[in-house]
């Protein structure tokens, strides 16, 4: 069975830092791109970063400047940096991943349970 597992997430005012982390664990072979993504009530998710094995990045545009996406292979594990935060930056932010489970198989998606960011004074 394959997890990932958000945290980092909390209450952070207006201008303030917060960085998150998402481990990913079980039985994997490799796995693809990573992202970010967050979701507010009634609102679809939307995509806040991506990372490519390499290192390659993507940002929404909301975000550029202010989050930063890294990894650690090694590890499983990927980061979001998030400083300047904004109250519309506020709210569940989960984790995805592409997961080769074996050597017979190819990837699939899976994410995390999410964890929630407020940013509010």
């Known amino acids: 069975q394959v997890q990932l597992v958000e945290s980092g997430g909390g209450l952070v005012q207006p201008g303030g830092s917060l960085r998150l982390a998402c481990v990913a664990s079980?039985?994997?072979?490799?796995?693809?791109?990573m992202g970010w993504y967050r979701q507010n009530p009634g609102k679809q998710r939307e995509l806040v970063a991506t990372?490519?094995?390499?290192?390659?990045?993507n940002y929404a545009d909301s975000v550029k400047g202010r989050f930063t996406i890294s990894r650690d292979n090694a590890k499983n594990t990927v980061y979001l940096q998030m400083d300047s935060l904004k109250p519309e930056d506020t709210g569940v932010y989960y984790c995805?991943?592409?997961?080769?489970?074996?050597?017979?198989?190819?990837?699939?998606?899976?994410w995390g349970q999410g964890t929630l960011v407020t940013v509010s004074s």
């Open positions: 990372i490519t094995t390499g290192g390659s990045t």
């Open positions: 995805n991943g592409g997961i080769r489970r074996s050597l017979l198989s190819g990837y699939s998606e899976r």
């Open positions: 079980g039985r994997i072979i490799s796995i693809s791109a």
